[in-house]
C-alpha cells in the first residue's frame, strides 16, 4: 500500500497512469510543474501483486483439510471485506475504465482524509464486534475454569462474571430460555393484575377466585369431572369445617359463590308475548304451563328441560325462569348448568327458528350470583345491603342531573321511578324482619311473614364497602332497624301495589355495563374513608356520601326444603301413643343475591365481615343431601351430563382400586359386588346383551359339582336342624345365630347352588362389559302427578291393576327415592338396593320382640356368605396340570382392569345409591338412590300381605315407605333401610 507522511490534502499537478498488460503493472508519473513542498513522497515501488494459482488442485492431504475447516469456522464472523478472496481478478483497473482501449488515466489530485477515516473506523468497529464473537462450542459455564463453575450459574445469569453475562444471555436466547425476572418486580401490582388478567381468560376464574384460591380446594380443568363447567370453582374449605358449615345452614348463614351457572336472555317485543312463552312451554315437560305469578314477574319458576325432537323426550337438565317487561320489551332469564349450555342453545335456536323478532343471548359474563342459606340470611343482608336513600336524592336532584359525572343511566331511572324505589325499600326491610322473626321468635315461628317461595325482590343500594365494620361483627336487627329507619317511608308507599316492586334497571344491558364501568377502585373507597374515619363532622359525611353510587339488585327467596323425620327406636305401643309432631320444619332456608358484574368483592367482603361462612360445591351438593333432594349432576342418571359425570368418577375410582396391593383392597367377587365403581342401570331391567358371555368359557357342570359336594351336605344337615328348632313360636325366639335362620328357606339352597356353579364356571374373559350406556333407554319418571298417584296406590292399594298398567307403560322406569336406615348404617354412592327374602322378615320380627333386646337398636340385617373368586379358580385350574384347560396366558390378565365383576348377590338389587352419608338432620344414615318401577311394586304388595310388617313400618316408622335392604359395596352386611318415593313439589 501507498504510505502517506502528512495528512493533509495536497493540490498536485495531473498524473497520468499507464495501464500495462503484463502481471506486474507499471504506473508513470507525469508531472507538469514542480510540486510543493509539502507534497506526498509517493514510493516508486510497484504495485502489490497478487498471484492466482490456475490450477485446480484435485487431492488434499488430512492435514491440509483440517487446517481448512479451522481457518473457515475462526473466520466466520470476520468482516466481509477483509476476508482474502481465493480468486483475485488482475485486471482490476480495467474495469473501472470505460474504455478498454485507453491505456492513461489521470489519478485524483485531492485525497479526501474524511472518507479514509470513515472507512477505517468502520473496519475497527467490525473487527472489535468479531473479537467479542464466541466462536467455539464451549458455553459460557464451560469457559470458565473448573474451580470457578458453580450449579446455580446454570439457571442465573449474575453468578457468571460481568465478562460472559451477555454470551449466556445470547446462548440462553437461542435455546430458547426466558430470563427469570426477580421476584420483587413480578409482585409488583401492576404486574400481578396482568397476569391474573391473563390466567383468568385461560381459566375461567370467577371474581372472587383469588380470595377462594388462597382458602379452598379449586377445581382442576383437566379434571374429567369439571372440564365441561369451563370455570375454576371451590370445591371446600382447607380448614376442618365439615361440621361448621353444617352448623352454619342450620343455625346461622352459609354463603355459596354461584357465579358459574349460565344465563341466557331471551327477549321479544312487547306485542309478541304468546311466543315467547310458547317456546319456553316447549322447552318444559309435556302438558307443563308457566304459571301465573311467574308471567307476572313476582316469582322465579324451576323446570326440567326436554329435547322433544326425539321420541321418547330426552332429558338435558334442570333450570330456572325469570320474566320482566322492560319498556316496549319482554325479557326471560334462562338460568342454567353449564355442563347445559351448549345442548340448550342448540334447541332454543332450533325453536326460534327463522323469527328475527326473538333474540338470544348468553348474559352470563354480566350478572353474578351468591347464595346465602340459614336462619340468619335475612339479618346478613339487612346488614350489608343498606337501602338508597330517595329522601336525599330527591332533594339533589337537580344538581345530581346537571353534574355530568352523575348522569348515569341508573340516576335517570331512579328520577323517572322514585316511587318505586321507595315501594321497594319499604318491601325489603319488612320482609327482612318477617323472616328473620319467623326463625327465631316463638309467636311468629309458623307464620309465613308474607314472603312466597322464590319471590323477586329488587333492589336499589349503596355500596356496601362504605358500610365494611374493622372486625367481623355479629349483626342484630335493633340496631339495623333504626340505621335504615332513614331510608324508609311509609306515607307515600302503596302496600297493594305489587306490580311496581319487580321493576329494576338491572334488566337493561345499558344499566348494567353503565353501572360495571362507573364502579371505583378500593384504593379509592379506602382513601377516603380512612380520611374521614376520625372526623364527626358533617363535611366528612358528605365527602363519604359523594363516592356512593347507587347498584341495583335482585333477591329471590328460597323457602328451604323440609327436613327429614328422625327413625324412632322405641317399642310399638310407645311410638304409636307418641307420634311425631305434625309442624313442618324447613332447612337451609335463605336468599340468592343477583348483583351486576365487577361488583363481586365489594359485596363479597362485607358478606364475610358480618360472619356469613363461605363453603363451595361440597357443601352446596351436602345441603341438598341433608334434605334428601337429588343435585345436579350426580343424581340425574337420564341426562348426558349424568352419564358423563358418573363415566369419570367409574375411572377415577377403578385407577384408585388397582392402583393398590390385592392385600391393601377389597375382593368385590368374594363379597359378591358386581358394580363397584359406578351404578349400572340396564342390570336392573335383566337384559341379556348385559353380559357378553362366550360358549367356550362354560365349564363342564360335573366337574362344578365335584367340588360342592361336601359343602351342600353340610347345608343340609343344617337346614334340618334348624327347621325342627324353629318349627314352633319362630317370631318369639331369638335365634342363636342368623346363617342358621338364613338357611331355613329351601329356595335359598338352590340360590346357593346355583352361585356357586356360576362363581366357579366364570373366568376373567367372562368379565362383565356394560354396553354403550347412551343406547340403553334409562327414563327417570320427573311426573309429579303420576309420581304421586304411584306413592298412593302403593300405600293404600298396592293389589290395584292400575299398577301393572303403570309398569307396563314404564318398562325402563326408574323412580328417586329417599333413603332412611332404620338403625345402624350409612350408605355410599354405589351401595346396592336389594329386594329382603322371608327369612330376613321372620329374622326381623323376632329381633325387634325380644324381651332382652332393646327393640329398634337390637335389628341387624343379614350377611351375605363368602363367594368364590373365578380368578383364583382359573389360577388354581391352569397350575393344576390333571384337569386341562383351554385358557390363556395368566400373566396378559393382569393387565386387565375390569370395570364389573361377574359375582352376583343372593338377593335381587332392584336399585342403586347415587348420594350417601350419615346426615345430622336426621341423626341416622341417609341418601339419595333409584329403583325400579317393577321392583317397588313389588315390595309394597308383598309388605301389605305381611301384617305385621305393615304395621312395623306405618306405627314404628311413621313412613309412608317400603322395607328394602341396602348394602355398601366393601361390606358383606346387609343394612334395613325405608325407602320412600320423591316428588318435587
Keep these: 500500500m501507498q504510505k502517506i507522511e502528512k495528512v493533509t490534502e495536497v493540490k498536485q499537478a495531473p498524473v497520468l497512469c499507464k495501464i500495462g498488460t503484463n502481471d506486474s503493472a507499471s504506473v508513470t508519473l507525469k508531472h507538469s510543474d514542480e510540486l510543493e513542498s509539502t507534497a506526498l513522497n509517493i514510493s516508486k515501488d510497484p504495485l502489490p501483486t497478487i498471484k492466482q494459482e490456475n490450477e485446480k488442485k484435485t487431492s488434499f492431504d488430512d492435514k491440509s483439510d483440517s487446517r481448512l475447516r479451522k481457518w473457515k469456522k475462526r473466520m466466520r464472523f470476520q468482516p466481509k471485506n477483509i476476508t482474502t478472496v481465493e480468486e483475485v481478478q488482475h485486471d482490476y483497473y480495467k474495469k473501472l475504465l470505460a474504455n478498454s482501449d485507453v491505456t492513461e488515466v489521470e489519478l485524483p489530485r485531492v485525497i479526501s482524509v474524511l472518507q479514509h477515516a470513515n472507512a477505517a473506523a468502520n473496519e475497527i468497529q467490525s473487527m472489535m464486534s468479531a473479537i467479542k464473537q464466541h466462536s467455539g462450542n464451549k458455553t459460557a459455564l464451560q469457559i470458565l475454569p473448573r474451580h470457578m463453575r458453580r450449579r446455580s450459574a446454570a439457571h442465573n445469569v449474575k453468578r457468571l462474571p460481568r465478562r460472559l453475562r451477555e454470551l449466556a444471555q445470547q446462548q440462553g436466547a437461542q435455546n430458547g430460555e426466558n430470563t427469570k425476572v426477580c421476584r420483587k418486580k413480578r409482585r409488583r401490582n401492576i404486574n400481578l393484575q396482568n397476569e391474573y388478567s391473563k390466567r383468568a381468560g385461560k381459566s375461567g376464574w370467577l371474581e372472587t377466585h383469588m380470595w377462594h384460591a388462597k382458602r379452598f380446594h379449586m377445581t382442576d380443568t383437566n379434571d374429567p369431572l369439571y372440564s365441561a363447567w369451563g370455570h375454576r370453582v371451590a370445591i371446600h374449605p382447607n380448614d376442618k369445617s365439615f361440621r361448621a358449615c353444617y352448623r352454619a345452614t342450620a343455625n346461622h348463614c352459609l354463603l355459596q359463590d354461584i357465579s358459574f351457572y349460565k344465563c341466557i336472555q331471551i327477549s321479544c317485543d312487547l306485542d309478541k308475548q304468546e311466543e315467547i312463552f310458547c317456546i319456553i312451554e316447549s322447552l318444559m315437560a309435556v302438558n307443563s304451563n308457566i304459571p301465573v305469578k311467574v308471567k307476572s314477574g313476582e316469582c322465579e319458576h324451576h323446570i326440567l328441560i326436554y329435547d322433544k325432537r326425539s321420541e321418547p323426550p330426552q332429558l338435558i337438565g334442570p333450570a330456572s325462569i325469570m320474566y320482566q317487561q322492560q319498556g316496549k320489551e319482554q325479557i326471560i332469564w334462562l338460568r342454567i348448568h353449564p355442563t347445559l349450555l351448549e345442548k340448550t342453545n342448540d334447541l332454543i335456536s332450533y325453536l326460534v327458528g327463522n323469527r328475527s323478532s326473538i333474540s338470544i343471548t348468553d348474559i352470563s359474563s354480566e350478572l353474578l350470583r351468591f347464595r346465602l342459606s340459614g336462619p340468619k340470611s335475612s339479618v346478613t343482608l339487612l346488614s350489608v345491603l343498606r337501602p338508597f336513600n330517595t329522601k336525599e336524592f330527591h332533594d339533589e336532584v337537580s344538581d345530581s342531573i346537571a353534574s355530568p359525572s352523575t348522569q348515569s343511566v341508573v340516576n335517570k331511572w331512579i328520577v323517572e321511578h322514585l316511587e318505586k324505589v321507595a315501594l321497594q325499600n319499604y318491601s325489603f326491610v319488612t320482609m327482612m324482619t318477617a323472616c328473620h322473626k319467623q326463625q327465631f321468635h316463638k309467636a311468629d315461628k309458623y307464620k309465613s311473614g308474607g314472603v312466597e317461595e322464590s319471590q323477586i325482590i329488587p333492589l336499589i343500594v349503596n355500596d356496601p364497602r362504605l358500610t365494611l365494620p374493622i372486625q367481623k361483627t355479629p349483626a342484630k336487627l335493633k340496631d339495623l332497624l333504626s340505621d335504615t329507619a332513614d331510608c324508609v317511608s311509609t306515607t307515600d308507599v302503596v302496600l297493594n301495589d305489587k306490580s311496581s316492586v319487580t321493576s329494576s334497571p338491572l334488566w337493561n344491558s345499558d344499566a348494567r355495563n353503565d353501572i360495571s364501568n362507573r364502579r371505583l377502585s378500593d384504593n379509592v373507597v379506602s382513601t377516603r374513608k380512612n380520611e374521614t374515619k376520625f372526623e364527626l363532622s358533617e363535611d366528612a359525611k358528605k365527602s363519604l356520601k359523594s363516592i356512593s353510587q347507587p347498584i341495583p339488585v335482585i333477591l329471590i327467596r328460597r323457602s328451604g326444603f323440609k327436613k327429614p323425620k328422625q327413625p324412632p327406636t322405641k317399642s310399638i305401643t310407645e311410638d304409636v301413643k307418641n307420634t311425631q309432631s305434625s309442624e ?367 304395621l312395623f313400618v306405618r306405627e314404628v316408622l311413621h313412613n309412608r315407605g317400603a322395607l328394602l335392604l341396602l348394602r355398601n359395596p366393601d361390606s358383606n352386611q346387609y343394612r334395613f333401610a325405608v325407602i320412600e318415593i320423591y316428588s318435587s313439589e
Design 584 to 950: 313442618e320444619t324447613y332447612f337451609a332456608q335463605g336468599w340468592d343475591l343477583i348483583i351486576p358484574a365487577k361488583w363481586a368483592t365489594a359485596f363479597w367482603i362485607p358478606l364475610v365481615y358480618n360472619q356469613a361462612r363461605v363453603g363451595g360445591i361440597r357443601e352446596q351438593s351436602r345441603t341438598h343431601l341433608e334434605c334428601k333432594r337429588p343435585f345436579f349432576p350426580r343424581d340425574y342418571p337420564d341426562c348426558e351430563s349424568g352419564r358423563l359425570f358418573w363415566e369419570a368418577t367409574m375411572k377415577r375410582k377403578q385407577t384408585v382400586y388397582f392402583r393398590k396391593p390385592p392385600a391393601k383392597r377389597p375382593n368385590y367377587s368374594i363379597l359378591a359386588t358386581p358394580f363397584p365403581f359406578a351404578p349400572c342401570w340396564e342390570h336392573l331391567f335383566e337384559r341379556k346383551s348385559c353380559f357378553e358371555i362366550s360358549h367356550a368359557d362354560q365349564v363342564d357342570v360335573k366337574e362344578n359339582t365335584e367340588l360342592n359336594v361336601q359343602k351342600n351336605k353340610l347345608q343340609t344337615k343344617e337346614l334340618n336342624v334348624i327347621s325342627e328348632d324353629t318349627s314352633t313360636n319362630m317370631p318369639d325366639v331369638k335365634p342363636k345365630t342368623f346363617n342358621s335362620l338364613q338357611k331355613n328357606n329351601s329356595n335359598q339352597i338352590s340360590g346357593f347352588k346355583r352361585q356357586a356353579l356360576d362363581n366357579i364356571s366364570s373366568t376373567p374373559s367372562k368379565m362383565l362389559k356394560h354396553e354403550n350406556q347412551k343406547d340403553f333407554p334409562v327414563n327417570v319418571i320427573h311426573n309429579t302427578e303420576l309420581l304421586k298417584k304411584v306413592e298412593h296406590l302403593c300405600y293404600d292399594d298396592a293389589v290395584s291393576g292400575e299398577l301393572d298398567i303403570l309398569c307396563n307403560e314404564n318398562t325402563f322406569g326408574l323412580i328417586c327415592v329417599q333413603i332412611s336406615m332404620i338403625n345402624k348404617g350409612c350408605p355410599v354412592e354405589c351401595s346396592s338396593i336389594c329386594v329382603p327374602n322371608t327369612d330376613d322378615i321372620i329374622k326381623l320380627e323376632a329381633q325387634y320382640k325380644d324381651l332382652h333386646g332393646k327393640g329398634l337398636a337390637n335389628c341387624s340385617g343379614p350377611y351375605e356368605a363368602t363367594h368364590m373368586d373365578p380368578i383364583k379358580m382359573e389360577k388354581k385350574r391352569a397350575t393344576d396340570s390333571k384337569i386341562p384347560h383351554p385358557t390363556k396366558n395368566i400373566h396378559e390378565k393382569k393387565t386387565e382392569k375390569p370395570i364389573s365383576f361377574p359375582v352376583y348377590p343372593s338377593r335381587t338389587i332392584c336399585g342403586f345409591v347415587t348420594s350417601g352419608d350419615y346426615l345430622f338432620c336426621s341423626g341416622g344414615g341417609g341418601g339419595v338412590g333409584f329403583v325400579t318401577l317393577k321392583h317397588l311394586v313389588q315390595v309394597y304388595r308383598e309388605q301389605v300381605k305381611n301384617d305385621w310388617l305393615k
